[in-house]
Structure formats: C-alpha cells, structure tokens
T-cell receptor, first 112, second 116 residues
Framework: AQKVTQAQTEISVVEKEDVTLDCVYETRDTTYYLFWYKQPPSGELVFLIRRNSFDEQNEISGRYSWNFQKSTSSFNFTITASQVVDSAVYFCALSGTYKYIFGTGTRLKVLA | KAGVTQTPRYLIKTRGQQVTLSCSPISGHRSVSWYQQTPGQGLQFLFE???????NKGNFPGRFSGRQFSNSRSEMNVSTLELGDSALYLCASSSGQGSGSYNEQFFGPGTRLTVL
C-alpha cells in the first residue's frame, strides 16, 4: 500500500529561521514520483517540485531545498531564512502506478 | 494560459439534496482529478478522468460520481448529500499521456460545499 506521513502537524518559526518539513513515504512501486505542494491561505494548491524515484540528487531553488533519501524513504523540504509569505500548509505527495496519495500536510506559521 | 477554473466557488445545500460541481482544466490538459479536502481527513482522492474515461477511483461511496466531456471539462456529482460531505472540493488537471499520476497537477481554487 502507498502511504505518505507528515508527522509535523504545525510548525511555528520566527522570520529568518530555517525550517525543515519532514515527509516519509511507503510504496512497493519501483518507479514513483514525489511532490511537494504549497497551499497558502488563499486556498489554491501550488506545485513546488517533482522528483522521480531514480533521481536522488538534492535540489535547491532559491531559499527552498529538497533532500530525497531512498534509504530512509524520506523527501524532506527545507526553507532557508523563512519569510512571512512562506506561511502556508505544505503537502507532500506520492504517485506510483495509480493515484496520487497526499500527506496530511504541515501548517507552517512564520512570525514576523 | 488560463488556470483551472471551478464553479461555483461556494455552495450551500441541505441534506438529501444533490449537487453538481464543474471544472475546466488548463487548455490542452486531458487529465482531470478530483479531491475532497476536509480538516480531519486532509486531501482525499475521489477520481481521475482522462479522455472521457475514468482511470482511477478513490474509496468513496457510489453517491460520488463524475464524468468528463470531449473538451476535457469535468463534472462531479454528489447525490443524497450528508452533513459529512461538507468540504472543499478541488479539481486538478495535468498534461501528458495516460494517467496523470506521474505529472505535476495544477489545482483550481476549489468549491466549498456546505451541507446543512
């Protein structure tokens, strides 16, 4: 069975702090994709990144970075020097042979 | 390109009624997926359509149904509404062949359904 676990329900940080959002997944598929989405207060989910199961290279995009480790079945997301605009709910998702499975989300609050 | 649009944005219904929600995907996208989002259950997959065919279905009762038209627009219908159906219903479209599972999804703003 496929499963995505985001154990952190809510995280609060002060602006400019670094924060890491954890994502652990389970799947029996050998080919799969992992995703992160952001849902700001406005409600519309926004795609952030996709990573396939054969590509364990970490990725950095501005203040965002992602660490994919197949050995621990994790795909963690780090925001460096957080800003108030980063406040949102972040979802990790897994897709394999069939449908997307989303984690329950982590609500990030960045305080000024 | 215009994004994914969903209508209506807000809906209030009473128990026992039925409701139809509409989704227009991004132009050129042939895969449309529907999700139910609630505070307690998070984002739960309802179904996915590709080229007018239902490809995948989540674990929802038969009261939840959908369809896709030849222009890729999709509708979902919920019959005999229950209080627990109150949720944000999200539609997402994606490009590519076959199932949209491997592609990033582009979400609409959602339809907030309240069942009284």
């Amino acid at each position: 069975a496929q499963k995505v676990t985001q154990a952190q329900t809510e995280i609060s940080v002060v602006e400019k702090e670094d924060v890491t959002l954890d994502c652990v997944y389970e799947t029996r598929d050998t080919t799969y994709y992992l995703f992160w989405y952001k849902q700001p207060p406005s409600g519309e989910l926004v795609f952030l990144i996709r990573r396939n199961s054969f590509d364990e290279q970490n990725e950095i995009s501005g203040r965002y970075s992602w660490n994919f480790q197949k050995s621990t079945s994790s795909f963690n997301f780090t925001i460096t020097a957080s800003q108030v605009v980063d406040s949102a709910v972040y979802f990790c998702a897994l897709s394999g042979t069939y449908k997307y499975i989303f984690g329950t989300g982590t609500r990030l609050k960045v305080l000024a | 390109k215009a994004g994914v649009t969903q209508t209506p944005r807000y809906l209030i219904k009473t128990r026992g009624q039925q409701v139809t929600l509409s989704c227009s995907p991004i132009s050129g996208h042939r895969s449309v997926s529907w999700y139910q989002q609630t505070p307690g259950q998070g984002l739960q997959f309802l179904f996915e359509y590709f080229s007018e065919t239902q490809r995948n279905k989540g674990n929802f009762p038969g009261r939840f149904s959908g369809r896709q038209f030849s222009n890729s627009r999709s509708e979902m219908n919920v019959s005999t509404l229950e209080l627990g159906d109150s949720a944000l219903y999200l539609c997402a479209s994606s490009s590519g062949q076959g199932s949209g599972s491997y592609n990033e999804q582009f979400f609409g703003p959602g339809t907030r359904l309240t069942v009284l």
